[in-house]
Every structure is written in structure tokens, then in C-alpha cells.
Nanobody, 120 residues
Framework: QVHLVESGGGLVQAGGSLRLSCEAS????????MGWYRQAPGTQRDMVAT???????KYADSVKGRFTMSRDNAKNTVYLQMNSLKPEDTAIYYC??????????????WGQGTQVTVSS
């Protein structure tokens, strides 16, 4: 089992920056990848950025060049540095961990979410 706790959301003006953190606990060694997703009211939850166990990152087109996902293995924490924020980035941001068990089955674990609001 993997437990995730996000932090770092808040209210920021357009053009500003925020850094989100997601600390993982539990079966850390079984985590195959982690990611940040976001969901605005009335929309589906979309991928923002992901990072694999090997360190490869992937970004949604809408955030490329503005957001950077990184990790600190010693702290079991991943980060999402968000720069040049736009009002359309307003959403609840969720951290996800994909756990792989010894049978190669995959399980998704989600954090509780953190609100990011960008004012124009």
C-alpha cells in the first residue's frame, strides 16, 4: 500500500509560480511511476506530468516549458514546479503513484489533492 500527501497549493496571480510537493510512504520500493494530474470543475482529470522509476519525465503539451517535475529519493517526495502560471491552470492537483506488485499487476494510489487557483 502507498500513501500520498500533497502540499503547496494556493492562490497566485497570473505569471507567478508555485511548487507542489507529494510525499509518499508505505511500499515505496514497489512504486513504478508517479505523476501529477489536475481536475477543474466540470472536467475530467488530466495528466500534467509523470516520472518513471528510471527518472524519465513526460508532460502535457499545455504545460511544457512552464512546469517541471522532479523527485528527491531521499525524502520519498516528488515536486511540481509551476512557473508562468495561467488562469487556465486553476484546478485541484492530484498526485498519483502506480504500484507494481510481484505479479506485475498495477495499482493506482491517489493523494487527497491540493487546490491551485490562478487569478488574472
Amino acid at each position: 500500500q502507498v500513501h500520498l500527501v500533497e502540499s503547496g497549493g494556493g492562490l497566485v496571480q497570473a505569471g507567478g509560480s508555485l511548487r507542489l510537493s507529494c510525499e509518499a510512504s508505505g511500499s515505496i520500493a514497489s512504486i513504478k511511476s508517479m505523476g501529477w494530474y489536475r481536475q477543474a470543475p466540470g472536467t475530467q482529470r488530466d495528466m500534467v506530468a509523470t516520472i518513471t522509476r528510471g527518472g524519465s519525465t513526460k508532460y502535457a503539451d499545455s504545460v511544457k516549458g512552464r512546469f517541471t517535475m522532479s523527485r528527491d529519493n531521499a525524502k520519498n517526495t516528488v515536486y511540481l514546479q509551476m512557473n508562468s502560471l495561467k488562469p487556465e491552470d486553476t484546478a485541484i492537483y492530484y498526485c498519483k503513484a502506480v504500484e507494481q506488485d510481484m505479479y506485475f499487476s498495477l495499482y493506482d494510489h491517489w493523494g487527497q489533492g491540493t487546490q491551485v487557483t490562478v487569478s488574472s
